[in-house]
Each structure stands twice: as structure tokens, then as C-alpha cells.
């Protein structure tokens, strides 16, 4: 990080919040900008420029001189984004962005700006895209949240196409609330606007924020954090008879409550509170539901009441520990374990021309052990079953012939494959085991 930007950050978590007026100089730096282009991956696809981060470091002095250059003097307008889709492991297709090379500098130097400003003000409870936070800590939280605060009732909540529908107007006037810069707000609006390209046909941005690019997460948490984060800890939940909690990870959020009619005026509140910024709610993936120690044992006598949510990939129940006591349960979610078991058997599939060593070396990334959570033990167990006889399925069809039975596929890979585990504890410390004079502390 280069001394400026330092300078900056430090300034930047001074209290009260200052309004900052010159940010072009920290944007343009080209050495800032030369720290953006060593963090890019080479091996990203291009955007509609064709241009790669190989092609782009031939006379990089000079491209990044003449990039500054157009950043001072406004003459800089990002390209529209190239858009690509894929596959989403159920059939359908997913939209991507694909940014010019040149834009994914200047949004990466942008992000690194507006996260060091708005960093010291996001709450506690929002986690996603944020720097030393991690969906495992989101998790971890909710379960220290549904433990040990009393929690009884659950809202599980998703905006409904959030990022597609981030209104430009309320975003830029979101950001002029620290920002009194107006060509640095000027550059970002150009990137709100710079629109789309498919099959060489333009399409206009009127709302959304830019579609694979590097500043979207930041804004989207910026957006999100004066339209559910503030509200929701400095009016709502002053107002609530009992605790109440948010946690957040991008769009996808969980609401915890410790008494039925606060959750239930939340249920209320919360379309009418997104509405006022041109946001809905998801109504297949929002609902109500007991969830707490008071309902361990209890019989689901309210029809229209789930008893399980799901968030971030698992699906919560409540569960109870070998002593009885009430614990959360977690398992990997059946629709999200399908759909990675059909991607990861068409890139198998696609991966026999290249050969043995490429196919595994590929199911060894696909392993890694997100899902390896407390509890999950039996889910973790089942997907590696699954993902080892996709590759022997798959290595049996590299030709006409079958030529591998299970012996010699054990002795090919050995010790190679990782074994699943457990390496994620999210079981919260109890209350009492953190008291003062406990053997704990």
C-alpha cells in the first residue's frame, strides 16, 4: 500500500466523519494504479477492448502515465462491459459482466478509495466483501446470536435482484454523504452508466451497478448500509420489546429476535423500507419461522411456519447436542449440493482430452472444504463419496475401452485427494464458560 493511501485511511477513521473534497489525485496516482494492475489476474477473460493483462504491461510506464492523465482532466470513460453468461448447474444460465482491462484498474483503485472510507462506518453485523471477514465468520455470529441472545424467532430474508436493481440516483447520493469530490462522483456515475455489450448490440444502464466489476461490491454494501444496516440498529431495533439482530452478507440477510411481535412488525416493516429505495424482497426466499431453544422439542403445530432457513449455502434446523442442550444444526443445502455436483461432473467431462493429471488436479480444488462446518459431518462425507466416483467415472471414459477398476484408481491417486474433515468450528462458547473467575478466561 503506497504512503499516500495510508495517510488517507488513517484520516479517513478520524471522528467525527470527515467529507472528503480532492480524492482525483489519490485515484490518478499511477502508482496506485500500477499496485491495481499487479493485483489483476492474468488469466481473466478479455472485455470487448480483447485486451489482457500481458498485452496491457507491454510499455506499462507509458499506459499508466496516459491513463492518469485522462483521470485528471475527466477525459477517461470506462467501456461498456462485455456481457457472457454461465451455466448456474440447474439448466438455466447466469449474466456476467466481463470489464474492459483498463476499467478493472481504475474500479479496483476505486473500491480500494471507498472502502477505506466507509470501512470504520459499516456495522458489525454486515460481513460480505469486506477485508479479515469471511462468510464462516457470518455464519459463526448467527450461531453465537441464536445461542446466547435469547433468540426465539428467525426472519431469513433476499433481495430480489438486488444488484440489477441499485437505483443510480439513491447510490450517488448515498456516496455524497462522505464524498464532496464531484469528479470523483462524476467518474462513478460514468461507470453506473457505461452499459452493456452483447453479441455487438449497446445496452444502457439505467439502474444496477456494473455488472463483474471491481467497485460493485463496495457499492452494493455502501447502498445496503443506509438502507437496512443503519435503519435497522438505530430505529428499528431501539423499538423492538427484546433483542434483535441482523447479520448481513451482501444481499442475503437473517433478522433474529427474541419476541414474536417484534419479528412480525419486521415482516411488516421491511418491504415498505425497501420500497422507499426501489428494492424488493425475494418471497420464495423469505419467511418467518421459531427458531430457538424454546423450540427444541416443540411439535409444528403452525402449518404455514418453516421450520428450517437456509443461509449461505446451509440449511439451519434446530438441533440438540449429546447433553440435550438446544444447538443449530447445519447441513449443505440439496439444491446447492446438486447443482455442484452437476458442474463439477460436465468439467470432468470436459476436462478428458487434457488427462489424468489435469482431472485431478481440478477435483482437488473443487474439494476444498467450504462446507466442512461443525455438524456437517455426514453431508461433507456424502458430496466427497460423489465427486471421487464422478472422476472415476470420467477417467473409465477417456477412451472406448474401460481400462481402470477401483484398485488401481485408489493406487493412482493415493494420498492426493483430501480426505474429508471437519475444519471450520462455528459452535459458539457458551455465556457461562466466558464469565469472570471461569477457567476459561
Given at each position: 500500500m503506497t504512503t499516500k493511501l495510508e495517510r488517507f485511511t488513517r484520516m479517513a477513521r478520524e471522528e467525527p466523519p470527515m467529507r472528503f473534497n480532492a480524492l482525483m489525485g489519490l485515484l490518478s496516482d499511477p502508482e496506485g494504479l500500477r499496485e491495481s494492475f499487479e493485483r489483476q489476474d492474468g488469466r481473466k477473460a478479455p472485455g470487448v477492448d480483447g485486451m489482457r493483462k500481458d498485452d496491457y504491461g507491454v510499455d506499462l510506464d507509458q499506459h499508466l502515465e496516459e491513463l492518469s492523465a485522462r483521470l485528471r482532466r475527466l477525459g477517461y470513460r470506462p467501456q461498456p462491459v462485455r456481457?457472457?453468461?454461465?451455466?448456474?448447474?440447474?439448466?438455466?444460465?447466469?449474466?456476467?459482466?466481463?470489464?474492459?482491462?483498463?476499467?478493472?484498474?481504475?474500479?479496483?483503485?476505486?473500491?480500494?478509495?471507498?472502502?477505506?472510507i466507509w470501512e470504520p462506518e459499516f456495522r458489525d453485523g454486515s460481513y460480505g466483501f469486506r477485508p479479515g471477514r469471511s462468510a464462516h465468520d457470518a455464519l459463526r455470529r448467527l450461531a453465537e446470536v441464536i445461542t446466547n441472545e435469547r433468540t426465539q424467532w428467525v426472519v431469513e430474508a433476499d433481495i430480489k435482484g438486488f444488484f440489477d436493481h441499485v437505483s443510480h440516483a439513491h447510490v450517488l447520493r448515498f456516496l455524497e454523504h462522505r464524498i464532496g469530490d464531484p469528479r470523483l462522483l462524476r467518474i462513478i456515475q460514468r461507470f453506473l452508466k457505461a452499459g452493456i455489450m452483447e453479441?455487438?448490440?449497446?445496452?444502457?444502464?439505467?439502474?444496477?451497478?456494473?455488472?463483474?466489476?471491481l467497485v460493485s461490491p463496495v457499492l452494493s454494501n455502501i447502498y445496503l448500509h443506509y438502507v437496512l444496516d443503519l435503519w435497522f440498529e438505530q430505529r428499528f431495533a431501539k423499538h423492538c420489546a427484546g433483542?434483535?439482530?441482523?447479520?448481513?452478507?451482501a444481499d442475503d440477510y437473517v433478522a433474529c429476535f427474541e419476541q414474536e411481535a417484534d419479528a412480525r412488525?419486521?415482516?411488516?416493516?421491511?418491504?415498505?423500507?425497501?420500497?422507499?429505495?426501489?428494492?424488493?424482497?425475494?418471497?420464495?426466499?423469505?419467511?418467518l419461522l421459531r427458531f430457538g431453544s424454546q423450540a427444541l422439542g416443540q411439535p409444528h403445530d403452525r402449518g404455514d411456519e418453516p421450520r428450517t432457513f437456509s443461509f449461505l449455502g446451509f440449511t439451519h434446523y434446530v438441533?440438540?447436542?449429546?447433553?440435550?442442550?438446544?444447538?443449530?444444526?447445519?447441513?449443505?443445502?440439496?439444491?446447492?449440493?446438486?447443482?455442484k455436483l452437476k458442474q463439477l461432473n460436465e468439467r470432468l467431462r470436459a476436462l478428458r482430452t487434457q488427462g489424468v493429471a489435469a482431472m485431478l488436479a481440478y477435483l482437488i480444488r473443487h474439494l476444498i472444504q467450504y462446507y466442512g462446518v461443525s455438524g456437517n459431518t455426514r453431508a461433507v462425507a456424502g458430496y466427497h463419496y460423489q465427486a471421487i466416483g464422478l472422476l472415476f467415472k470420467w477417467l473409465n471414459r477417456r477412451s472406448q475401452k474401460r481400462s481402470l477398476n477401483w484398485e488401481r484408481f485408489r493406487a493412482i491417486t493415493g494420498s492426493l485427494l483430501p480426505r474429508p474433515r471437519i475444519v471450520h468450528d462455528l459452535y459458539p462458547i457458551p455465556p457461562w464458560k466466558t464469565q469472570t473467575g471461569s477457567r476459561i478466561v
Open positions: 456481457r457472457t453468461y454461465i451455466p448456474k448447474g440447474d439448466g438455466r444460465y447466469r449474466p456476467l459482466g466481463v470489464p474492459a482491462f483498463e476499467d478493472r484498474l481504475v474500479q479496483d483503485r476505486l473500491s480500494v478509495i471507498l472502502q477505506a453479441d455487438g448490440i449497446f445496452t444502457s444502464s439505467i439502474e444496477g451497478t456494473p455488472q463483474g466489476g433483542k434483535a439482530f441482523l447479520i448481513r452478507y412488525a419486521f415482516m411488516e416493516a421491511m418491504p415498505e423500507r425497501l420500497a422507499q429505495f426501489d428494492l424488493e424482497v425475494e418471497p420464495s426466499k423469505t419467511a438441533g440438540r447436542s449429546r447433553r440435550g442442550r438446544f444447538v443449530i444444526g447445519r447441513k449443505t443445502d440439496g439444491k446447492r449440493m446438486s447443482k
